[in-house]
């Protein structure tokens, strides 16, 4: 056998405390996979005198982040979450020689590019499996797995806890906010949710993902993030007639440009995350609960899916524990930095830039809430008219006496700005007594 | 940028043209990824004068393989097929100082304890992610994405074949014979289709699965392999009445002995290709068609799923090129077998073998066909029961008076030599008239 791979853990949560089960119950497996041992040499924590798990060898433990450096890892892994004091932890970790290995997608969102050059000056590995998916080897397959093919596009449900939600806003029409007290008392939604139901932290994911699959760095607040509390059961209903799914969906997609020998000509990337309408047979709108899924699509391949667990104490640490085997693998044979952090030779990528969320296109479901009058559908399709947006489809519902009714239709494929403008106009008639509501359809299969 | 990665290309049907078709049209992305040009310096061809893809370089085509070798190949790329000369060309190249990528399970399966030995003597590496699964990267991913992860069992839908036509005689209660001739028709199915429908092709497929996925060699013949040419449009109807679907599965599990402390304890892997029932809802029902898809069931991670097509020129293509970059970014960084070729350093894994097929336990579907008497239930059920299997549910289709009669029910979880030795006993009985159709039932989500 080799010599054992030394690590050294920044925090002891759930994670670690899962990363440390797995070196315990998967040791017979792993040493033989990687020809050594995993020996965890120092576990730095907040709090010396909590509870904790089995699993976790009170000897080891440290509150001094020295503590662990001393300890002399080979590798630093990092599942402290936030940005400080890991960013200054990891920073030091390079700089002493260490390999670094983490599952902080907020950090990498916002500090990633201060990390992987102190990484490229010390000539040690980032590797970050974790960071999105959990369990799913999402990154790992972007990088390595689908290396020779152009993607075109990325379509994931990466947001356990608003999928769980729609699924449950789907399955019982039940409430957004009943689903989300259920989240919540589940364990699956924070006490303020904002990060995952408003999009953020699928945003901070694609902004990864986007950077493994294209080789360009989006910053993710400049991912257009629309939110899933503006969903109502009966949009999972009108959804279903038409044939759809109501899915969270982060969507990226490539679009080459029209004159690729112009002087100014880049690639456009569109990116965006928002609850979507998908075909009911797509495999994605299967995706139920608090799993998740990747699909991409590219030149050669086609698509392809990647379904599982994507959080949890063990998938997650699952994931961080074939990253520590990753680098183990390079310690052992003497190499680090076979690919580039991000997958990409940044100075051998085309131009690219993000599209204008204005010019995105894709046809649109639209619920109108109007007053049951006469004339009231002809002057709806007149206003999206004027703004060049046709209508495919188009149901109403039974009208109560006096009571709103809604109308709800899908659009042929139609500019977002458009759409946005025509709703501007729409939304400030006299018979229209809601805002409305509007969702984007993607057609995969 | 770096050096050209030099490659040689054995072989220029369907895959080699693909391959010929990515390293042009993908050019930028994989220059961009690779830090270097994918350089292809000669191809072995078996016919000069055949008509070609305009990708294909007719200036470097040969029909002499020492030409090849004598170009300096740096990657030597095998998509002939068969076993020879493929065997003799790839020990050549080892030893020429060749690292190897091929996408030939047939050649793997047979020969590839010969080609890695080689492999390890040389310091070269020998990829093979083409080989199962045409372009979902599931062997990468078993290798390294869930390296640590103890892996439970595999449920694979690998023959796109099979697939094919189980899905047309599912969804459009077609016959097995009008389904054949569609896939021949179509070119899914070649003119004798045993490898396919008689699993032998999924069998090969599923022993290096299992090798990268447990560390144990099973050679494919020695898998129960079960074909589908048994199925008829009724056994789908009645599936679904229970709830299930029928798909042509690879399965292996890995079971724990039942007291690992005794001298003799070992793991057995139950391993075989059938036509199988799975719940309707569970994801691997809804892979369709040519597509092919591959669910892991780890201890930490629990299910994931890998999706996509598994075969076709480009998706074949696309994995082999992939496989092409990563020995690149080994040269690159001078190293080689930074992980066993089969995932496992095998003097480090512990004792394991193949559980003999009898003593596998699953629940079962059997469709007896009987005459309609009186009594004939209570007589199926009591040597059922004297076999120790009991029944789940059943359905009995209406009878026409004077014609034989289906019976079909779910057993709860039974002995397969049980059940076979049932079935034999069943079978001479004098009101069955047909021999029974017994189905395993594999309750996954």
Redesign the interface.
């Known amino acids: 056998?080799s010599d054992a791979i030394k690590v050294g853990l920044l925090g002891c949560g759930t994670v670690g405390t899962?990363i440390l089960?797995?070196l315990s119950?998967?040791r017979?497996?792993?040493?033989?996979?990687?020809?050594a041992d995993i020996e965890v040499v120092k576990i730095l924590v907040r709090d010396l005198d909590k509870a904790r798990d089995p699993a976790v060898p009170e000897g080891l433990l440290t509150t001094n982040p020295g503590d662990v450096l001393a300890a002399g890892p080979d590798v630093l892994v990092e599942v402290l979450g936030g940005y400080e004091p890991a960013r200054t932890l990891l920073l030091a970790g390079l700089e002493a020689g260490c390999h670094i290995v983490t599952a902080n997608k907020a950090l990498l969102a916002r500090h990633g590019a201060e990390i992987f050059r102190a990484a490229d000056v010390a000539a040690k590995d980032v590797i970050f499996?974790a960071s999105v998916g959990g369990?799913?080897?999402i990154i790992?397959?972007l990088r390595?797995?689908?290396?020779?093919?152009?993607i075109d596009s990325i379509h994931a449900i990466i947001n356990g806890t608003s999928n769980y939600m729609l699924t449950g806003m789907s399955q019982r029409a039940a409430s957004y906010a009943d689903v989300l007290g259920e989240a919540q008392a589940r364990g699956y939604a924070e006490a303020d949710p904002t990060m995952d139901v408003g999009g953020f932290d699928a945003a901070q994911k694609l902004s990864i993902l986007i950077s493994v699959s294209f080789?360009v760095d989006i910053p993710f607040d400049e991912i257009t993030t629309e939110g899933i509390d503006r969903l109502t059961p009966q949009d999972f209903a009108f959804a279903r007639q038409f044939g759809y799914a109501v899915k969270p969906l982060a969507v990226a997609k490539a679009h080459l440009p029209k004159d690729p020998t112009a002087a100014d000509a880049k690639i456009e990337i569109e990116a965006r995350v928002a609850p979507h309408l998908i075909p009911l047979?797509a495999?994605l709108a299967?995706t139920n609960g608090v799993f998740n899924a990747v699909r991409v699509h590219?030149?050669?391949?086609?698509?392809?899916?990647?379904?599982?667990?994507g959080a949890g104490m063990?998938?997650t640490?699952?994931?961080?524990?074939?990253d520590?085997?990753?680098v183990g693998?390079?310690i052992?044979?003497?190499?680090s930095?076979?690919?580039?952090h991000l997958?990409?030779?940044k100075e051998?990528?085309?131009p690219m830039g993000l599209r204008p969320s204005a010019e995105s296109e894709c046809p649109f479901y639209l619920r109108f809430t109007v007053r049951d009058e006469p004339g009231v559908i002809a002057q709806l399709s007149t206003l999206l008219g004027a703004h060049g947006i046709s209508i495919r489809r188009m149901v109403q519902d039974q009208s109560e006496p006096g009571k709103p009714v809604p109308v709800v239709l899908l659009t042929h494929l139609a500019r977002e700005g458009s759409v946005k403008a025509a709703l501007a106009g729409i939304d400030g008639l006299p018979f229209v007594t809601s805002p409305t509501c509007y969702l984007r359809v993607e057609d995969i299969h």
Do not use: K, W
Not at 298 to 309: C, D, E, K, N, T
Not at 332 to 335: A, L, M, N, V
């Open positions: 056998m899962g089960r797995i119950e998967n017979a497996d792993i040493v033989a996979r990687l020809g499996e369990g799913i080897p790992r397959t390595e797995g689908l290396a020779a093919d152009r080789g047979d495999m299967h590219s030149h050669a391949l086609g698509p392809v899916l990647f379904y599982g667990q063990m998938p640490a699952a994931a961080v524990v074939s520590i085997i990753e693998r390079n052992q044979r003497g190499t930095g076979r690919l580039p997958a990409f030779h051998l990528v085309r």
